[in-house]
């Protein structure tokens, strides 16, 4: 029986990427935490997961630093990176540590279990790291497992990420440049089309279409 632990501060995305997770592979034990502090003490009050998903930017850690004291801590588990931002440095410095993985946010749920299922079978899995690459490889994998998402503009799919990234809409406004009022309009329409009432079913909805 497979163990998973997830850790990341966004609370709506982590929960609702561990229960796609469970409801999507039977018998499989998903723990969370919300930083790097927490991460430590839930691996060292439970058996030790087989894979690590971790966000990388966090409080209690900085990008590398914080993911290093994971990996130094549990050298024999894969640790997984799972982010929206990620430089090639950064990412090679991560590799140079021992990390085994990189998944992008950009990628639909199912995607991102796609590739936690190919690390528990083969160790390690490293996307390209071109963004417009990436966004190939999740149309794809749209195309190849399900109807094609929901049509939103690319000012709403701009928003609907940091929706799922878990940024208030006045966090939206500054990132953007627009009004919060203009953010407000926004989302409504994002609700409409997804047709959800609220933020949460809004992540769980981008998250099992593989919108973002």
Do not use: W
């Not at 090639?88 to 279990?113: D, M, N, T």
């Not at 094609?148 to 500054?174: C, F």
Request: zero cysteines; a neutral charge; proline letters at 6%.
């Amino acid at each position: 029986m497979k163990r998973l632990l997830i850790v990341d501060d966004h609370a709506v995305l982590r929960e609702t990427l561990a229960e796609f997770f469970r409801e999507s592979v039977p018998g499989l034990i998903v723990l969370e935490s919300g930083n790097y502090s927490e991460a430590l003490s839930v691996l060292e009050s439970n058996d030790v997961p087989d894979l690590i998903l971790i966000d990388f930017r966090m409080p209690g850690g900085t990008g590398v630093d914080g993911i290093k004291r994971v990996v130094e801590r549990y050298p024999g588990v894969p640790v997984v990176l799972f982010s929206g931002a990620v430089t090639e440095a950064e990412l090679e410095a991560a590799r140079s540590i021992g990390v085994a993985g990189y998944v992008p946010k950009s990628f639909g749920a199912r995607s991102v279990l796609d590739i936690v299922l190919k690390v528990f079978r083969n160790g390690s899995y490293f996307p390209p790291l071109s963004g417009a690459i990436a966004r190939t490889l999740s149309l794809h994998e749209q195309a190849r497992s399900g109807p094609p998402p929901p049509v939103l503009t690319a000012r709403q799919m701009q928003i609907l990420r940091q929706i799922v990234d878990g940024r208030t809409n006045k966090e939206i406004a500054r990132d953007l440049g627009i009004s919060e009022a203009t953010v407000k309009e926004h989302v409504s329409r994002i609700f409409d089309v997804l047709g959800v009432r609220n933020r949460a079913d809004a992540v769980a909805s981008a998250l099992r279409k593989s919108v973002v």
